[in-house]
Structures are given as C-alpha cells and as structure tokens.
C-alpha cells in the first residue's frame, strides 16, 4: 500500500454539519476500510471505502469527510491497477481540498501530487509532469521540502526522469540538482513508498 510521503500531510479543514447516524457509519466503514487496508486486503478496502463515500453524501458530511474517504478509495483503486478511476477521485478529492483550504495552500499538495505519482509510477509521463507541475511549487512555497529532505528528494528524482522521459532535459538536469541538494541536506534516511503497480495479476 501506498504511504510515506503523503502521510505527512494531514487531512483537510472541518466544515459542515453532518447527519450523526451517517457520520457513525461512515466512521465504521472508513475505519474498516483501513484495517482491510492494512491487511493487504484490497478488495474488501475498496468496499468499505466505497460505502464510505457514499454516507458521508447521503448524510451531508463535511467535504474533509468525503473528501479523505474518496483519497483512500481513489489509492485503493491505484493499487488494483483500475488507474483511470483512481485518477478521476483523486482529482475529486483534490477539487474538495481546494474549496475547503483554497487553491495553492499547503494542505491542497497531497492531492495533486499523489495523482502526479500515480501517472509517474504506471508511465503516464506527459500527465506527471503536468501534476507535478501543480505540487512542487506548493512544496516550495511552504518549504515542504526543506522540512522533509530525503523524501522530496525522491519526488524530484521522479519528477526529472518524467521531464527527461517527455524530451525535457534541461529542466530534468535541474530537479536532479535540486534532488542532489536535498538529499545532501538529509541527516538521515525517511521511509519511503510503495509504487503504484502498472499492472496487476
């Protein structure tokens, strides 16, 4: 399953009033979704997710609510290599993220940068640039990479093998310099992340 970096970045801001027997049920399935997760069960997360989604709509919960059970759901859905529709709700997610915390904040990176990783990790070049396009000012602007080094480092790695992929090689040379640079700045290693698989059994 799919964490590390994005899990530094918290959830998004509380809004709304909620029906409380929905917000119980989704409480139950979002939880169950995770232990699923956890598991290495992944079918049974997609499930529970789903179910998720579906009160905190029908229940009129917060967008943080709907917008966290969509994010899981959408990396399930990425891990089960169903790529076009992990997409779709994590661009979801992200559009929630941004009417709640406002386009560009600081907690809007998590969303447009873990649909730039999946795009990068199944080969989608052309679409990771164009994300990370989005994510890595964000990153800059609130110094995310200088709080997390070793982890940025690898994003930018990423990022310049995406830019040299799509015939952009002077500005892949200056994400590996930026990538060289951070991982200079890091005292120590940080957990990395699962990949996104291009293909599953």
């Known amino acids: 399953m799919k964490g590390g970096l994005w899990a530094l970045v918290a959830g998004f801001a509380l809004t ?16 169950a979704g995770d232990q699923a997760a956890t598991r290495g069960d992944l079918s049974l997360a997609k499930i529970n997710y789903s179910r998720a989604v579906t009160n905190a709509s029908v229940g009129h919960l917060s967008p943080q609510q709907k ?15 169903e790529h076009e529709e992990a997409e779709k709700w994590f661009l979801e997610a992200h559009k929630l993220n941004e009417d709640v915390n406002g386009r560009g904040s600081e907690r809007t990176y998590v969303t447009v ?3 730039a990783q999946l795009n990068y990790d ?21 110094h995310m990479d200088a709080r997390n080094p070793a ?9 310049a093998d995406a830019l ?11 994400a590996l310099k930026k990538a060289a640079a951070l991982r200079a700045q890091a005292s120590k290693p940080e957990p990395g992340y699962t990949r996104y698989p291009k293909s599953c059994r």
């Open 16 to 31: 709304a009033c909620a029906n409380p027997i929905n917000e119980r049920t989704y409480e139950r399935y979002m939880a």
């Open 67 to 81: 917008g966290n059970g969509l994010f899981k759901y959408a990396r399930i859905l990425g891990n089960l290599c």
């Open 113 to 115: 940068a873990e649909v």
């Open 122 to 142: 199944i080969g989608h070049y052309a679409k990771a640039v164009t994300y990370f396009d989005q994510a890595l000012p964000i990153a800059e602007k609130y």
């Open 151 to 159: 982890s940025f480092a690898d994003v930018y790695t990423d990022y």
């Open 164 to 174: 040299k992929q799509t015939g952009s090689s002077e500005k892949a040379a200056e």
